[in-house]
Each structure stands twice: as structure tokens, then as C-alpha cells.
């Protein structure tokens, strides 16, 4: 009656050690650390960058616990802040000589102690929230009629090229703020304007007017054209604002939109707000000009010369000089796409780019006046350029064109995502900025653990004295319930922040819900008379119907607060889900294979323990069936 088939003690055993392997993590604490990344694509992170940081730190006399080359930075642990503040200066004197064009960035981390074990299996530990760990928190304001304003200048350019490719007539094309003015001499040509118009600029809705003799139709963007932009700027800002804060090393950072026009920016971990905001502004601008190919310039690379005039000497990639034209083709504001794949002939990475009407047209004239010339792509960063690429004109080109040669498909995908959103695609603000600092941190990890632990004592005591050796059983499970929620949330990776850890505590509360309802219908079942076997199994079987109720109902609302909440409701929702589900499993599946296999297998079982089991019917008569 109360046993469990082989296969449920094995779910239950599989369950443990997974819990217990991925909730190890957590207990080694973190290494106070530096991190050095590149912040341009012609510096790669190797091992010669392993030896300038190990040289930095011995000549500054500075014991590090570890330093390594991982994945595409180099990090050195260390066993104090002082020795980390101390490292990192000298480490940023050796690698960064000149700060107004830095190669590297030289971050402040913390880095996990876990064994090299645990991480190849993955198991790695929580991330913690702002409020847990310190850090800094950003509220920006995405500058929205900027962005739409760059979008109906791109669109009064395309729109000025493809009435003249069309021979449409017009007595001039305007813009003003965020709508475009065409005038015309006469119907005819308004009506072919407007033929152009719902064919091919479908974000445009026109209205049109006389104006004495001459008829003006006044373009502007439709509502649902305008919504797409504003998202388009809203996600191109938050792909770029991740590309940047990669080369500060945060674990998990957490950027998020929030209503319609702001970005929360939260950093664990970060401290130097100067720097942090330095690097979410910069400005990065794009170029493509043409490479100049003169015997001038060729002299100028081997420095036998120099620089002809009209030209500009930058580095390529893999560190090689190269001489390119100050006539700039288009610039990245023209740039609408650009995406990686594989060119269809000799199955090579490339780029496809796609560029607006007006540069489509200077593209065409150029690559036509020049074929089998090379192309550059500049980068621009603080006042400093470097050549991303420069591959050869090999046909004539026009709105959409593509770029391939000696590429891997990680550098393809480099490329296209520098391209794509290596600038803001509008201006943002500051409207909020607040610190952090570790203290605090450490002290809301302190309080937290401090009211799990409590939680979980004083409802353990209550239990055990209350219901004797089944509440000894409930308590098992309910740590079975702590471990198997930690475990989740470290497998997950999700952040865990402070009122994550209010939901944990709540959770425990909940959880012991379940195995109450369960130990007082075993009570009833022993009042009525059952024998002790019966009252287990009937206790269990009846008492399910209602924990899923109950559960399915909290469940709902956690659903709801992790579908409409946000920031901290959503960090208390996760939790709280999380709990529910694994409070089901230790609170019903676990609980009963305890007391099945203490209980089950005794065949002649006369008492259990649980307590002192009254005799309501007599008022008087009491039956102590305790064990």
C-alpha cells in the first residue's frame, strides 16, 4: 500500500544529486578580479597579451592567485581589493600607455571559485542583482524625434532620387522637422508623384493642397511607420549598449526596455560610474572610402614619403598600413543593413550591405569609375579610425552590395554586427544614475541569508515538535525544497537579487503548507478509526486535490507578476514560480517516499508518529498514537 516502485526512489536520488551538483557553486565564493579585454577588432587577446599582464604584475611586485587566458580576455584573480586596485593600475599603465586611444579595457570583476569541474558540467553559480552585489544603475532616454528625423531624411533623399530616376517633375523637395514638402507646377506631375508614393514609400502618407498656382503634397510618416522606427532605435541602442558593456566584463548585465522611449542599464559588479558612462556614450561613426592605390601613397606606407595630400594613413585589422582618400563615399547614417552569410559561388563568409537610395546612387558612379580598385571601411572612435576592411570593386554596385574575401565566419558576423549597430541609432540622455557599493551589497546578502536560515530553523522546530517524526520528515523536505530552488535558479542562471531572496523565504512558508494539510488528514483518517497504513496512504491521496488547488491558484498570480511586472516584481516572480514547482515535488513526491520507505515496509504497523492524535466525538477521550 505504501510502497514506491524502484523507479521513483531513482527519480528521487537523480534529483538530489542534480540539486546537490548544481547548488555546490554557490558555497565557493568569488575571487576579486582583472579582467583585460580588446576594445578594437586589430588587437586579439593571446597569449602574448598573457605575458604583457604577467610581466605588468611582477614588475610591479604583485601576487596573483591566478592568471589565465579565458576565452577572449585575460583574467588574473587575486585574494584582496587592495591587490586588485593595485594590479589594475599597473596592468592599465603597461597595456594602455596613451588613454586618449586605448587598445584594451582593464575592468574590475568578480570571478567564481568554483573547481574547473564544476564548470565543464555547467554548474556555475547565481548571478546576483544590483542590490546583492553592487554596481551601478542607468536610466537613459532614447532621444525618439531624433531617430524619426533621421528617418524622413533618409526618406526625402531616396524619395528626391526616385521621382528624378522616374523623370517626375517637381519644383523642390523639402523637409520640415519631421515632414517632407513637394511642390509641383501642375496636377500631372502631382499625380505621378503620388503613383511613386503608394508604390514604393508605403511608410508615407500624403496629403495634398493648392498653394496659389502650384499644388504641394505634404508626406509624413504613418503611425504604425513611426511605432516601427521608434522599436528599431530602441533595439539597435540595446545591441549596441550589450557590445559595449562586453568589454567591461559584468557577468550578467541587465539591460531592459522600459516604456516607450528609456533603457535600464544595471551593472553588477561595476563601481567607477565615470567609466561605465564613458563607454555607454562613446560615439562610433562609420565611412567607406575609397583606398588610395597612387604611387604617392605607396611610398607613404614604407615611409620613404609622405602622405599625399587628400589622403589619411590608417592601420587594417592584422596591424598593416594603409592609405585611404578623406572623400567620403556614405557614411554609416546611410547604412540601413547588413547582414553575414555565404557567398553563393565559392561558399565564402561575406557581408551583404545595404545602403539608401542617395548612396545607392553615388555607390553605382564610384564603383563604375573605379572596378578592380579596393574600397575601405572606416571605423571611427574617439577621433581615431581604423580600417576594418578593404576589399576590391569587382562589379558595379548599387542600393544593395556585398563584401567577401579572407574572412572567417565569426569575423563575417563581427563585421556585420559592427556595421549594423556599431553606433546609436539616436541620441540618448542620462535621466537617472545611482551607485551601489559592495558593503551594502554584502550586507543585503547577510540580511537575506539571515531571514532564509531563520525561516527555515523556526519552521523546522514548529514541525518537529508539532508533528513529531513526520514533522522531522516535512522538514527534510523542505530542505530538499531549498536545494532543488537553488539548483533551478543556478541552472537557469537567472539573477538573483533582494526580493528574490523575500520570495525564497515566503516559499518556505508555502511549501510547508502541503506537508501540514497532508499530516492533519493522516490525523483524521487515525480519528476515524483507519489503521495506521490506510491513514498514511488515504492522508496523502485526499490531501492532493487540494495542495494543486491552492497551487495552481498562487501559481497563477506568480505567472501574472512575472508576465506584467518588471525590475524588482519580476525578481521576487521568478522565485516565487520556481518555489511553487519545486515545492510540489519535495512537499508530495518526496515527502511520501521518506515515509514510504520508514514506514512502508513494516507490515503489522500499529502507531505512527505524528503527534498527539484527539478524539473530538467524546470531548473527553484522547488516543496518543504517537510512535
Not at 255 to 274: F, K, N, S, T
Amino acid at each position: 500500500m505504501n510502497r514506491y516502485p524502484v523507479w521513483k526512489y531513482a527519480i528521487i536520488v537523480i534529483a538530489l544529486l542534480v540539486g546537490a551538483l548544481y547548488t555546490l557553486p554557490n558555497f565557493f565564493g568569488e575571487d576579486f578580479a582583472v579582467q583585460v579585454s580588446s576594445i578594437k577588432t586589430s588587437i586579439k587577446i593571446d597569449d602574448s597579451t598573457l605575458a604583457q599582464v604577467q610581466s605588468a604584475l611582477k614588475a610591479a611586485a604583485i601576487n596573483a592567485d591566478q592568471v589565465a587566458l579565458e576565452g577572449a580576455s585575460v583574467k588574473a584573480r587575486f585574494g584582496s581589493t587592495d591587490s586588485q586596485l593595485k594590479a589594475k593600475e599597473a596592468i592599465q599603465q603597461a597595456l594602455v600607455p596613451d588613454a586618449t586611444n586605448p587598445g584594451y579595457v582593464v575592468a574590475l570583476n568578480l570571478l567564481s571559485r568554483s573547481p574547473g569541474w564544476l564548470t565543464k558540467l555547467r554548474a556555475m553559480p547565481m548571478y546576483l542583482g544590483l542590490d546583492l552585489r553592487g554596481g551601478v544603475h542607468f536610466m537613459l532616454q532614447v532621444d525618439m524625434p531624433a531617430a524619426l528625423t533621421k528617418k524622413v531624411e533618409s526618406l526625402s533623399g531616396d524619395l528626391r532620387s526616385t521621382l528624378r530616376e522616374k523623370n517626375v517633375r517637381h519644383s523642390g523637395i523639402s523637409r520640415n522637422g519631421q515632414t517632407i514638402e513637394m511642390r509641383f507646377r501642375d496636377i500631372a506631375g502631382a499625380d505621378a508623384a503620388k503613383a511613386v508614393l503608394l508604390e514604393q514609400f508605403t511608410d508615407l502618407q500624403v496629403v495634398s493642397a493648392q498653394d496659389g498656382s502650384d499644388i504641394t503634397l505634404t508626406a509624413t510618416i504613418k503611425p504604425e511607420a513611426v511605432r516601427r522606427v521608434q522599436d528599431q532605435a530602441l533595439k539597435q541602442n540595446i545591441t549596441t549598449l550589450h557590445n559595449r558593456i562586453n568589454e567591461l566584463g559584468v557577468n550578467e548585465p541587465n539591460i531592459r526596455q522600459q516604456g516607450q522611449d528609456r533603457i535600464v542599464v544595471e551593472l553588477p559588479g561595476v563601481q567607477d560610474i565615470a567609466k561605465a558612462k564613458e563607454l555607454l556614450g562613446r560615439n562610433v561613426t562609420l565611412e567607406v572610402r575609397m583606398v588610395d592605390e597612387s604611387t604617392e601613397a605607396a611610398a607613404g606606407l614604407t615611409g620613404a614619403g609622405a602622405v599625399p595630400f587628400g589622403s589619411e594613413r590608417f592601420l587594417e585589422r592584422d596591424g598593416r598600413p594603409i592609405i585611404v582618400k578623406k572623400l567620403v563615399i556614405f557614411a554609416g547614417d546611410n547604412l540601413t543593413d547588413a547582414q553575414p552569410g555565404f557567398d553563393s559561388q565559392n561558399q565564402q563568409p561575406k557581408v551583404d550591405l545595404t545602403v539608401d537610395a542617395k548612396s545607392g546612387r553615388v555607390m553605382r558612379d564610384v564603383s563604375r569609375e573605379n572596378l578592380n580598385k579596393r574600397m575601405a571601411i572606416v571605423l571611427f572612435e574617439r577621433g581615431k579610425g581604423e580600417v576594418l576592411t578593404a576589399p576590391f570593386i569587382r562589379a558595379e554596385l548599387g542600393n544593395r552590395f556585398q563584401i567577401s574575401g579572407a574572412m572567417t565566419v565569426t569575423e563575417a558576423n563581427d563585421l556585420a554586427l559592427l556595421l549594423r549597430a556599431g553606433s546609436l541609432a539616436a541620441p540618448m540622455t542620462t535621466v537617472e544614475e545611482r551607485s551601489i557599493g559592495p558593503s551594502l551589497g554584502a550586507e543585503n546578502i547577510a540580511k537575506g541569508f539571515d531571514s532564509v536560515t531563520w525561516g527555515f530553523v523556526a519552521v523546522a522546530v514548529f514541525m518537529c515538535v508539532y508533528y513529531m517524526l513526520f514533522g522531522v520528515f516535512s522538514s527534510v523536505a523542505l530542505a530538499v525544497n531549498l536545494l532543488l530552488l537553488v539548483a533551478v535558479l543556478s541552472m537557469l542562471q537567472a539573477t538573483l537579487t533582494l526580493p528574490g531572496m523575500a520570495a525564497m523565504a515566503l516559499v518556505l512558508g508555502m511549501a510547508i503548507d502541503a506537508n501540514v494539510l497532508i499530516n492533519e488528514r493522516v490525523r483524521e483518517e487515525l480519528r476515524s478509526g483507519a489503521s495506521a497504513q490506510a491513514a498514511i496512504s488515504a492522508g496523502y491521496e485526499r490531501a492532493w486535490a487540494t495542495i494543486l488547488d491552492s497551487n495552481v491558484t498562487t501559481l497563477i498570480a506568480g505567472v501574472a507578476l512575472l508576465t506584467f511586472g518588471s525590475g524588482p516584481v519580476r525578481g521576487f516572480a521568478v522565485v516565487h514560480v520556481l518555489g511553487i514547482l519545486t515545492s510540489m515535488f519535495s512537499g508530495v513526491f518526496f515527502s511520501r517516499g521518506i515515509v514510504n520507505l520508514w514506514y512502508g515496509r513494516q507490515k503489522k504497523l500499529k502507531t505512527v508518529s505524528i503527534g498527539t492524535v484527539w478524539q473530538p466525538p467524546t470531548g473527553e477521550a484522547m488516543v496518543d498514537r504517537a510512535g
